[in-house]
């Protein structure tokens, strides 16, 4: 079944290149990688909008205060 005791620890990406399950893992890296990085931008620009909001919101309040 293996032919080594280093084709246990290998990933399908590792072991053989060229071969098909080496490319099916490849892609389906790749694919996550194109779902998950566009969605931590989107959270992390969520976050960054937030925070100058609050920050926006924060000076409108100390001029309304020493206005007053």
Request: aromatic share 10%; glycine share 4%.
């Amino acid at each position: 079944m293996f032919t080594s005791f280093s084709s246990l620890l290998a990933c399908a990406v590792c072991m053989s290149p060229g071969h098909r399950t080496t490319e099916a893992v490849g892609y389906a890296i790749l694919a996550l990688l194109l779902i998950m990085v566009p969605m931590f931008i989107g959270v992390v620009a969520f976050f960054v909008r937030l925070n100058r909001r609050a920050k926006a919101y924060a000076q409108e309040e100390a001029l309304e205060i020493a206005s007053s």
